[in-house]
């Protein structure tokens, strides 16, 4: 028996969507951008680049049109900064949580719940790295299990790894130097490597700014 054409539906799941970060390196580094449906952890000191690539990322989403979200855990968001970034902040909903890492995971968790979002930011990267690793495990897999089937995609924002396993993508974000032109300082070089799936492979990016 010859076996007939493969159906529409599992052709089209073998390719996840993503959406754009707005980062032309970014996005062929990760091979099209952030996977919708799917949970991708941003990892990497302060300055590292990690909230500027978040912001890229929601000045694509919101300047195509998409509604997002910021949960922000430390109080560390700028609206000024962000809409310097090109993010419209007419589409994005900016959830402060005071520095309460649990109550920012129950926001994260409704947030996603809710639907609608094309991106949910969840900053995590204020908070200690011993604090961060009392999120159980199960907690990240929760939050995978909500954003799959759904055009949401997912980032968290953070010191080091720790959704892991639950997470479909995982960016290391570390510093680069000052990128010169001469004697112009033209801003400062950061670099992404793709820590998951493994691939050894870093872009270098410039920004006036990073965090």
């Not at 890229?56 to 855990?73: R, S, W």
């Not at 994005?92 to 930011?121: H, K, M």
Request: net charge positive; hydrophobic share 45%; aromatic share 6%.
């Amino acid at each position: 028996m010859i076996p007939g054409p493969v159906p529409w539906r599992v052709a089209a799941a073998a390719k996840q969507e993503t959406l754009s970060t707005g980062l032309e390196h970014v996005d062929r580094l990760t091979g099209g951008g952030f996977p919708r449906g799917s949970l991708t952890e941003i990892c990497g000191p302060a300055s590292s680049g990690r909230t500027s690539l978040a912001l890229a990322v929601l000045a694509a989403a919101t300047g195509a049109g998409e509604c997002c979200a910021y949960v922000d855990t430390e109080g560390a968001f700028d609206p000024q900064s962000a809409a310097a970034a090109g993010v419209k902040l007419d589409r994005l909903l900016w959830v402060r949580c005071g520095g309460n890492p649990e109550y920012a995971l129950r926001s994260t968790d409704l947030v996603v719940q809710a639907g609608g979002f094309g991106v949910v930011i969840f900053d995590l990267g204020g908070v200690r790295p011993e604090i961060a690793r009392r999120i159980p495990a199960a907690s990240w897999f929760r939050l995978r299990r909500a954003v799959e089937g759904t055009r949401t995609a997912l980032a968290l924002i953070e010191q080091q790894p720790n959704a892991k396993a639950a997470a479909s993508l995982i960016l290391e974000m570390r510093q680069g130097g000052l990128a010169w032109a001469g004697k112009l300082l033209l801003g400062a070089r950061r670099e992404a490597a793709l820590r998951k799936p493994p691939r050894s492979a870093t872009v270098s990016l410039e920004w006036l700014a990073a965090g």
